[in-house]
């Protein structure tokens, strides 16, 4: 038991027997910490202003429980859920069922481990697997943890739950964006990956030889191609094949042509194309195609258009060199294309920087 010095009162001004307000202070949590309480205390002194009473109290330490003297070490409050994965249980619950994501009652609350119960792909049939999924603190900025299996249906094949294990786990990698939450986009992708792989695969069976298909493409004459320089940067090679046309059709036929019969162009990255053409009565035809290299095909048509050319189409063929390009790769598609141009005799150039004009 510790004694501390509480409070001196001066009772020089007041008789004997006099109730006087104390003030008591016992220890609290900790040394640095105390409780102040008010009483009325009957002094038996008649002290003068020179020697006044002092009192004293009797603490005990084990008062109250004790608390850190570092007020930054004090207890913090528990911290709430994350919204956005309360938002999404919620969600996740509402759309495949109450049990769909539930805390683990295994582990403690604060290491926000979760079971997810995999919606099977028929509704009327019962859940393959469940998982074992952490969130972290930060999420949905960085993506749930997928930790282990954690039931499996008995009833399937062995090797069920480790694939589904598998399977989750790549559907997170691929939906998940910094910021956005991804559970549902992953069962969503889940379901497509478990699609594909249980899917069977058709045994090959015999059948009649098919009748011998016309080529017209190959049987027609090679299409009066003119090529242009290559072009090539990063090791990836561009090179254009300008070719005259009357109809549409014969500009689906030279292309089909080439590619039936130019093995290098066919296994070529892309085959970008474009034609403008000028029909009957007045009416004009027009199209392109990206082959999969976004937004190039409405370039190369739209270099045509300010070259005020027709009656004509172009391929650019890419071949890929392992390293991207950016941006530079329109510049060096519509180059190839424009020397192309120029090679056919469809482009006249000024030789002091006038600008190039169709014929």
Known sequence: MSRCRVLSIDASARADMTPVPLIQLTRGPHPNFYH???????????????????LQHILSPQSSPHLPTNPHQRPKPQQTMNEALQDEISALNSIYGDSTLLPS???????SIYILTLPPLDPSSPPSSSLLIQFPPSYPDVPPSTLSTHSSNPALPKGTAARDLSLFRDAITQVHTPGQVCLF????????LLTLATSPVPSPSPSPSPPPQSQPETSLPPPPWILSAPFTELKSTFLARIGPVTSVSQAKGYLAHLLATD???RSATHNITAWRIRGENGTSYQDCDDDGETAAGGRLLHLMQVMDLWDVMVVVTRWYGGQKL???RFALINMAARDGFVRAGLVTEEKEGGRKKGR
Do not use: C, M, W
């Open 36 to 54: 102040l309480s008010f009483s009325q205390l009957t002094t038996y002194t008649n002290a003068t202003p020179h020697h006044p009473a002092h």
């Open 105 to 111: 009652p295994t582990d403690p609350p604060t290491s």
């Open 185 to 192: 986009d992953a069962i969503e992708s889940f379901n497509d």
């Open 263 to 265: 093995k290098k162009v």
């Open 326 to 328: 950016g941006p530079r």
